[in-house]
């Protein structure tokens, strides 16, 4: 079945750095979503790209999706204190299937 | 309506017994799923519902598992002879359409003692 893999598992950043977390699929997306999960909360949609290639920003945040569609990366520049949290990808196979498949996420710790 | 609304947000129950949890989605939201998620993992699919139509299940879902949408408003999901792997978050989403935005709900923690 499909997966979905996330690296690294871990970030610590100092504030003001720059954080990147990669997504891969083993199979070819028809869309990918991420969301963000803040320390015992639940998950929180930030954006879904659909096009090979497709670039989208969101103030210090930036996402791109892979021209095989197969990968994604979520940029944060400038990290502060309000980015901590854990940031998942999740993606449809498409295919009539309904199922959102999650990587593992990336937990991301900022230090003031 | 203030989002989608899951309840209880805790149970605890013993080995064996069942159990039943609850999600309100957003009103007009026709398309609802279930997912559960275990520490440092993310949210697995469990199952879908377009309407009161359940249209899709996990392979991995075990026939403990059983979920009903009466009349495509809230939705039920109970685990039948529960097993201390059950334990883990419950999460409910809603959407608008197909393969949009989710929202979740709070969730329902489980532990089974």
């Known amino acids: 079945g499909q997966q979905v893999m996330q690296i690294p598992q871990y970030q610590h950043v100092q504030e003001g750095e720059d954080f990147t977390t990669y997504c891969n699929s083993s199979t070819t997306l028809s869309n990918i979503q991420w969301y963000k999960q803040r320390p015992g909360g639940h998950p929180v949609f930030l954006i879904q790209l659909v096009k090979s290639g497709e670039v989208k920003k969101q103030k210090r945040l930036t996402f791109q999706f892979g021209e095989a569609k197969k990968n994604s990366s979520l940029h944060i520049t400038a990290t502060q204190t309000t980015d901590v949290g854990t940031y998942f990808c999740a993606g449809y196979s498409g295919a009539g299937s309904y199922q959102l498949t999650f990587g593992k996420g990336t937990k991301l710790s900022v230090i003031p | 309506d203030t989002g989608v609304s899951q309840d209880p947000r805790h149970k605890i129950t013993k080995r064996g017994q069942n159990v039943t949890f609850r999600c309100d989605p957003i009103s007009e939201h026709n398309r609802l799923y279930w997912y559960r998620q275990t520490l440092g993992q993310g949210p697995e699919f469990l199952t879908y519902f377009q309407n009161e139509a359940q249209l899709e299940k996990s392979r991995l879902l075990s026939d403990r598992f059983s979920a009903e949408r009466p009349k495509g408003s809230f939705s039920t999901l109970e685990i039948q002879r529960t097993e201390q792997g059950d334990s883990a978050m419950y999460l409910c989403?809603?959407?608008?359409?197909?393969?949009?935005?989710?929202?979740f709900g709070q969730g329902t923690r489980l532990t089974v003692v």
């Open positions: 989403a809603s959407s608008l359409v197909d393969i949009s935005e989710a929202f």
